[in-house]
């Protein structure tokens, strides 16, 4: 990875970091943070694990300490947006992928992790270990839904795998495969020097 690209991911995660606090509170309620999906899939997705985990859990620091948030910052965002990053590359880039790692890290796993946290280090009283799921899984559906519908309106255009590459992230470009597999670029090459050929022919 070259400097510039470092210095790209840099720029684009403190982007996102920022974004991610703004937006936070639009359609937020006390266990659902549609938003704060949005951003863990979309990390996940242009940058890899490590770094959505990254943005979500500075995100998450930055809500506590400057909004008064709980600790649902944390236990809602950081598990679903490492899970999401992993799914996509286990998927081979398949965005339904990062969005079902997602749901699963935050609205099970992050929900479940929930519960002791609040209960026991905040002091919340009337919990059970399945109460903050069903909350948890109608943020991470919306907010899904939204990265879905976005970064495959990218990917039609390639413009998503223009942008990974820039960041230097893995991608998964299947046109450029299909054209390894079938010779195009050769076809089209060999198409080239015999049409020099005929026209050297015909001026000779």
């Not at 210095?7 to 937020?28: D, H, Y």
């Not at 400057?66 to 965002?77: H, K, N, R």
């Amino acid at each position: 990875m070259s400097n510039h690209q470092k210095i790209l991911r840099m720029v684009f995660m403190a982007m996102m970091i920022g974004l991610g606090v703004v937006i936070s509170p639009i359609l937020r309620v006390e266990g659902m943070c549609p938003m704060a999906h949005l951003i863990n899939i979309v990390c996940a997705v242009m940058l890899g694990p490590v770094e959505a985990f990254t943005c979500a859990f500075i995100i998450g620091i930055i809500r506590m300490v400057v909004m008064g948030i709980p600790p649902l910052a944390l236990t809602g965002a950081i598990f679903g947006a490492t899970l999401s990053g992993l799914l996509y590359r286990m998927t081979k880039g398949k965005l339904i992928g990062a969005v079902l790692g997602e749901v699963i890290g935050t609205g099970i796993i992050g929900a479940i992790v929930s519960y002791p946290v609040m209960a026991f280090l905040v002091g919340r009283t009337g919990l059970t270990w399945m109460f903050y799921v069903p909350s948890f899984i109608m943020g991470t559906l919306i907010g899904g839904s939204i990265a879905f519908i976005f970064l495959t309106a990218l990917k039609k255009n390639n413009t998503l795998t223009e942008i990974q590459k820039k960041l230097g992230a893995r991608t998964y470009d299947k046109s450029q495969d299909f054209q390894r597999d079938t010779g195009s670029e050769p076809l089209y090459q060999e198409n080239q020097s015999s049409d020099s050929l005929y026209h050297q022919s015909n001026i000779h």
